[in-house]
């Protein structure tokens, strides 16, 4: 196999893609944007094998300018403008590689928002290492388990997005397991509050008349009618490996549970921004 050589220092950033970028400065987006070329190939290559140059790097410095960016990309005229979100890149299939924007949500979206040693959860944003979150967590003699050898660097939002597991996950079980709720940002900026659902609270949320809406009906439309096939075909599995995991839309105890599909999704299906975690 063959690795293709990384672009030249002067090659230039293609017409569309600045474009965007402007477009996303005139919003008051408040994060950095870098298109040098040394930013641009420290960020061609992550834990994996594999290499891509991204056309730039932006870093949010808040959830409100992630939504900025998912606002952007929903215009017509950026429809195939690529924006792929990072973390500690450790995963090693290239999950965090593109050849158009990086998203790097680790500079300044890494605050470990609460903790309540009572109750057991923590909030934090999607850039915090898990390192760092079970040092926050050691003083209550409390910490988050899904165990990577590269925990040193890998962040919440990207184990989330890969559902990490790692040694221990046949006692602790997988990322999603402590997943309690997720604050997601879609395309074109809505956000998305994540969390089990009783009967009644689904139909609110589906009742809804924006992308909220439709994401809470087509996912329960396909959990509905495709069950029967979705029983026959996805493998018993502690951890869904690819794709997503829609046998597990249905809790045990009947609740409705989005998380089951936003963990593993590998940013294609919008951003973390935020995470309430067991």
């Known amino acids: ?22 477009a996303l400065k005139a919003t008051g987006f408040e994060g950095d944007v870098d298109t040098d070329h040394a930013s641009r190939t420290v960020l061609a290559t992550d834990n994996s094998i ?41 995963g090693t299939n290239g999950q965090s590689l593109t050849h158009g924007v990086t998203m790097d949500l680790s500079r300044h979206m890494n605050g470990i928002l609460e903790i309540n040693a009572e109750q057991r959860w923590v909030r934090v ?13 050691k003083p209550y003699g409390l910490f988050f388990a899904p165990e990577l050898s590269t925990s040193n660097r890998a962040t919440i939002g990207g184990m989330i997005n890969t559902d990490a597991s790692g040694q221990g996950s046949c006692t602790y079980g997988k990322t999603r397991d402590h997943v309690l709720a997720l604050d997601f940002v879609l395309l074109g ?15 609110r949320m589906c009742a809804d008349s924006g992308r909220i809406g439709k994401v809470h009906r087509t996912a329960r439309r396909i959990s509905e009618e495709q069950a029967e096939l979705i029983e026959a075909r996805f493998p018993k599995l502690n951890r869904c490996l690819t794709g997503y995991d829609l046998a597990h839309l249905r809790e045990g105890d009947g609740r409705f549970n989005l998380n089951s599909v936003l963990c593993g999704a590998e940013g294609s299906l919008g951003f973390v921004v935020e995470a309430r975690l067991n």
Not at 125 to 137: E, H, P, R, S, T
């Open 1 to 22: 196999m063959s690795i293709a050589p990384l672009p030249h220092a002067s090659a230039p950033v293609p017409a569309q893609y600045l474009e965007f970028l402007e």
């Open 50 to 90: 594999y290499q891509r140059m991204p056309q730039a790097a932006i870093y949010p410095r808040h959830s409100e300018d992630v939504a900025r960016a998912a606002q952007v990309l929903a215009r017509p005229e950026f429809r195939d403008v690529v924006l792929t979100p990072r973390g500690g890149g450790t």
């Open 125 to 137: 944003q999607a850039g915090v290492v898990k390192d760092q979150l079970n040092a926050a967590l």
């Open 189 to 203: 900026g809505e956000r998305l509050h994540s969390a089990p659902l009783d009967a009644e609270a689904l139909e």
